[in-house]
């Protein structure tokens, strides 16, 4: 199908004010919380509600809004076996990702030896401070991890926020309408429909406190930890970002070489979600925004719905480069040096553990403990030496964890056949509104990928206006 040229921006295109973008007003809200938090470190610790009470609006509809947008975009889709094939693509990426991830992490660690000469003795330990930030929880092994998968009662999924056991019950749901058939279930699809256009609604409001919440996350993790931690793990923390940037750098290219996405484009188009995952710490904060400005620019509604939340319990590049390098570094800091079969047995390890520690508290540390306790090199308690620069991390871990996911989406679009590079360009144009009436009929078609997705807004990201 022939794509006419997307017509000119009219006035309804126009950017808004710039004390007015959402961008803008987060930005100085984080450097207003990294000034309190320095100068006040008292003030800045005690402001962590404002930050945890935004992420607690955001997952108030987080679950909700999952179910929705799955089953609306499943139920678009006339095939229900290429769900099966959407979901078999992102786990096999997400599986290479992630080992590509560990093992670039355990390169950087022995290049760099960011613990080397630390010497620290094992009699000064204690396994009270790490108890203290994993809790009681214990790793889930292969089996507990899927089956937790499966919920054993529905309500109890959405009660419990747990988006894997939301995930499958969506799909079913969705896979349901298909084979019953989409004109018997007509009103059922219109009532989600518009449920899901309220929701956005919700989500708009929501958003507009993101400030707020952004600048007291940011006070608080500089009040309590301060910027002195810096100096302690300079080398550790070198080596973190060091290794994010060169794997950044690389999911440039491979966004570019396979779907043709030019990903400072897309940063640029979703800077507003980046931003906010950095003040708050959390790619949490930007699920649902995130998952509508994919949908704008190309990707379909099933293919989003189903990779991007199956993607934050999955393909967490960002947290697999920390763990691989912590680990090397926590041996050298006992002054071990792993050779290479105990280097591969933890990528073994890690590959497990990284995976079955979605939603656990403390789950990196947890994820550490299980892979020491296995190798016996160095005591678990020893883990608790990575208490203050855990924080210090969180920067670089959400950006590589959002951006790898929002790149894994683009790809199984693609290699599924349900990417509109069209809609992308359009979208980074700020003329969403004209693609998404091209790309109603969609593709051979079939339901395009952002026909008729309802937008968190008018002030914020929607079909009919993005900036």
């Not at 894997?164 to 799909?171: I, K, R």
């Not at 349901?176 to 007509?186: N, T």
């Not at 509508?292 to 189903?306: E, F, H, P």
């Amino acid at each position: 199908m022939k794509i006419p040229p997307a017509p000119a921006a009219g006035p309804s295109a126009m950017k808004k004010p710039l004390h007015k973008s959402l961008f803008f007003q987060i930005l100085i809200a984080v450097i207003a919380g990294v000034s309190v938090g320095s100068f006040w470190p008292e003030l800045g610790s005690s402001l962590r509600p404002l930050g945890d009470g935004f992420i607690q609006l955001i997952k108030m509809i987080i679950a909700p809004l999952i179910f929705l947008v799955i089953v609306t975009g499943i139920s678009a889709v006339d095939d229900v076996k290429s769900v099966g094939r959407v979901g078999v693509k992102a786990l096999l990426y997400f599986t290479g990702a992630t080992l590509f991830a560990l093992a670039f992490g355990l390169v950087v660690a022995n290049v760099v030896q960011p613990g080397a000469g630390l010497n620290v003795d094992p009699a000064t330990l204690s396994q009270d401070a790490l108890n203290a930030k994993t809790t009681t929880a214990s790793p889930k092994d292969a089996g507990q991890f899927l089956l937790g998968i499966i919920p054993t009662s529905v309500v109890g999924a959405f009660a419990s926020n747990t988006l894997l056991q939301v995930l499958c019950f969506s799909v079913f749901f969705g896979a349901a309408i298909v084979a019953v058939g989409r004109e018997r279930c007509k009103p059922v699809i219109a009532l989600l429909e518009t449920t899901l256009e309220l929701f956005f609604k919700i989500m708009g409001w929501v958003m507009r406190v993101a400030p707020l919440g952004a600048f007291g996350a940011m006070a608080f993790v500089i009040g309590q930890y301060g910027l002195s931690s810096l100096g302690t793990y300079a080398l550790l923390i070198g080596a973190c970002y060091g290794s994010a940037l060169v794997f950044i750098g690389l999911l440039f290219i491979v966004a570019w070489v396979y779907p043709r996405v030019p990903l400072w484009q897309f940063i640029k188009y979703s800077r507003e979600e980046f931003l906010l995952a950095l003040g708050t710490a959390s790619t949490e904060s930007v699920l649902p925004r995130i998952m509508t400005k994919l949908t704008n620019a190309g990707c379909s509604r099933a293919t989003t719905g189903l990779v991007v939340p199956t993607g934050y319990s999955f393909n967490l590049d960002g947290a697999a480069l920390y763990l691989s390098i912590s680990l090397l570094f926590l041996a050298q800091a006992f002054g071990h040096s792993l050779d290479l079969g105990q280097q591969l047995t933890a990528l073994g390890i890690l590959m497990l553990t990284s995976k079955g520690m979605a939603g656990v508290p403390g789950s990196a540390f947890l994820a550490l403990s299980a892979t020491a306790g296995a190798l016996g090199v160095f005591p678990v308690a020893g883990v608790a030496l990575l208490l203050g620069a855990d924080r210090l991390m969180d920067s670089m871990r959400v950006t590589v964890n959002l951006l790898g996911n929002c790149v894994a989406t683009f790809v199984v679009a693609k290699w599924e056949g349900q990417f509109d590079r069209h809609a992308m360009l359009a979208a980074f144009q700020g003329e969403t509104a004209a693609a998404a009436e091209i790309l109603t009929a969609g593709p051979a078609g079939q339901a395009g990928p952002a026909a008729s997705i309802p937008g968190p807004g008018a002030d914020d990201v929607a079909i009919q206006k993005v900036r």
